[in-house]
């Protein structure tokens, strides 16, 4: 089943990624479905979308678990700030988690991963504009834990980042490539449904758009 703004993000996905050289395949658009309701994810569901992401555990236990009995090949991230008391749902329930950012959470996911028996790729989550207010290790600090969850036997499958609000994403999408480059990480995640465009353009693996897919948040999705 078509859905115009599934297909509009594709089709510039497709744009950003042939402008850079690089597969559209390559490109995860992750569905930032947080505050929305299962009437408003299933359109994207039946239109074969099926990557999509949520901010916290408990809202995402409400919605997810039916939807991944009727769709088994959902594949859910963690892209929001995760505490450590959550861990054990978080692995139960996601199949990818953006947010270690502290050595207590790495902690607690290595002890959740064992208990359960399963292994949760991990982004590493960075606070790239040295912002107090927001989650993520400190730029210096991105070897240490890497190391520490490595040696945890985490799975780090690349960073994450949020740049500032209201200013010029690009340099800070620049810099996170190169601490991925510099730290030997593949996958990028960045970008969002105002700047995924000049995300992908500077490597980004993972993108998440939520408002260009299912409409703001104040009005019901169309």
């Not at 990818?96 to 790729?121: F, N, T």
């Not at 600090?141 to 499958?157: D, F, H, K």
């Not at 010029?168 to 700047?195: I, T």
Request: glycine share 8%.
């Amino acid at each position: 089943m078509a859905n115009p703004p599934l297909e509009d993000i594709r089709s510039k996905i497709e744009k950003a990624a042939r402008i850079a050289d690089r597969k559209p395949s390559d490109i995860a658009l992750i569905a930032v479905s947080k505050t929305r309701s299962i009437d408003e994810i299933r359109p994207l569901l039946e239109a074969g979308h099926r990557v999509f992401g949520e901010n916290r555990v408990q809202e995402a236990m409400e919605k997810w678990p039916v939807l991944k009995a009727e769709y088994p090949d959902i594949q859910l991230h963690m892209i929001g700030q995760l505490q450590s008391n959550k861990a054990g749902e978080a692995v139960a329930l996601f199949d990818y988690i953006h947010s270690l950012d502290r050595l207590s959470l790495v902690k607690a996911l290595a002890k959740e991963m064992g208990r359960q028996d399963r292994q949760i790729p991990c982004f590493l989550q960075v606070n790239i504009g040295e912002e107090s207010q927001k989650g993520g290790c400190d730029i210096k600090a991105v070897p240490e834990m890497l190391a520490q969850a490595r040696t945890a036997g985490i799975t780090v499958a690349g960073l994450m980042a949020v740049p500032p609000d209201n200013v010029n994403p690009v340099p800070y999408f620049a810099l996170l490539a190169k601490l991925a480059r510099d730290n030997g990480l593949d996958e990028l995640s960045m970008g969002m449904s105002g700047d995924f465009d000049k995300a992908i353009k500077l490597g980004a693996t993972h993108i998440r758009v939520g408002t260009a897919l299912f409409g703001p948040r104040d009005t019901p999705a169309a």
